[in-house]
């Protein structure tokens, strides 16, 4: 949002702010200092366009997994334990996902990091077809 033009704010003059909505996001394969790929997350926001988001990534030698949006189904297709929480393989709708490396599904409890999931390539990955 242009908050020049909108006139709402004062001291923000020709300024985009951040809004608080957003299309979703990609998750990625960052590699850290020792050269070992983790799981990052890119957020997209309401006026950036997916395709030139996704050129970034891209252009930053990052692989990208996957797009995902709050209340997408995702499959998870391994084992994954984290502190007491066992989630067992099979459909979920994915709540929420953090810039932070974290995500959120529904009907099981507790903040889960993407970066406890094993070979994350094949084992996490969005339904783009709902079963019918």
Not at 44 to 57: D, F, N, P
Not at 101 to 123: Q, T, W
């Amino acid at each position: 949002m242009n908050v020049s033009k909108e006139k709402r704010i004062k001291g923000f003059r020709g300024q985009y702010k951040t809004a608080k909505y957003h299309q979703g996001y990609y998750v990625y394969l960052e590699k850290d200092k020792k050269g070992i790929e983790k799981p990052a997350v890119w957020p997209i926001y309401a006026w950036q366009s997916r395709k030139v988001e996704e050129e970034k990534l891209k252009a930053k030698n990052c692989p990208v997994i996957d797009f995902f949006q709050a209340g997408c189904l995702i499959e998870l297709l391994c084992d994954y334990e984290h502190g007491d929480i066992v989630v067992q393989p099979g459909k979920y709708i994915l709540k929420s996902v953090w810039s932070s490396g974290y995500f959120v599904l529904d009907r099981v409890p507790g903040v889960l990091p993407l970066a406890k999931i094993e070979n994350i390539r094949e084992n996490f990955r969005r339904v783009w077809k709902y079963p019918e």
